[in-house]
């Protein structure tokens, strides 16, 4: 099933490309989502949501059951719910008051299948010795794709890939 959903992947992604040829890439107002893409922005709506109520608990009844959900961080690999637990619960138990949205969330459904992408911001306080004071705000953002399957009726979450945007540089001279 993996090898199957990996070449579906690769077969897709150039196509998806394809299909943002020529955009523009300027702030559009997005028209109001309904029906399927609606669902879909509702489960990414409520990823975000859990993420801020530091809840893993919540996340997993989004995702599809075990090996078939993968997650990619940058270039970081996870594969499986238990993959993807055991590298955000260490983390996420740093975390204090953490607030992630998406923005810019544009879903595409097709039977079966849905992908969106979207933009992402996290805020959050590091807690840890590390840090002086023991805590450090940190705010992030970048862009993310996820893709869905309808299983049973209900959108599931099958993969996810976000990568940061780089940290901006200040230029001296203009302060």
Same mark, same amino acid.
């Not at 270039?75 to 260490?90: K, M, R």
């Given at each position: 099933?993996?090898?199957? !959903? ?10 998806? =490309?394809?299909?943002?040829? /020529?955009?523009?890439? &300027?702030?559009?107002?997005? =028209?109001?989502? #309904?029906?399927?893409?609606? #669902? @879909?922005? $509702? @489960?990414? $709506? ?6 801020? +109520? ?12 075990g090996d +078939? !959900? ?5 270039? !970081?690999?996870?594969? /499986?719910?238990?993959?993807?637990? $055991? ?5 996420m138990a ?19 299948? =849905? ?8 805020? @959050?306080? @590091?807690?840890?010795?590390? !840090? ?8 992030? #953002?970048?862009?993310? &794709? ?27 001279? =203009?302060?």
């Open positions: 099933m993996r090898k199957l !959903f990996v070449a579906w992947l690769g077969a897709v992604l150039p196509l998806i =490309a394809l299909a943002h040829e /020529g955009e523009t890439h &300027t702030q559009e107002a997005a =028209a109001p989502l #309904a029906g399927e893409a609606r #669902a @879909v922005a $509702d @489960v990414l $709506d409520q990823y975000a949501a859990a993420l801020s +109520a530091n809840d893993l608990a919540r996340v997993q009844p989004l995702l599809v059951a +078939a !959900f993968s997650y990619f961080e940058g270039s !970081f690999v996870n594969v /499986g719910w238990q993959s993807y637990h $055991d590298h955000l619960a260490p983390e740093m975390f204090e008051h953490p607030v992630y949205r998406i923005t810019e969330l544009r879903p595409f459904v097709s039977g079966e299948l =849905a992908y969106a992408t979207f933009s992402w911001a996290m805020d @959050v306080t @590091v807690l840890s010795p590390k !840090f002086a004071g023991g805590r450090h705000p940190v705010s992030m #953002a970048g862009k993310g &794709t996820a893709v869905l399957s309808r299983i049973a009726g209900q959108w599931r979450i099958r993969h996810l890939h976000t990568a940061q945007a780089p940290a901006r540089k200040v230029d001296p001279a =203009a302060h």
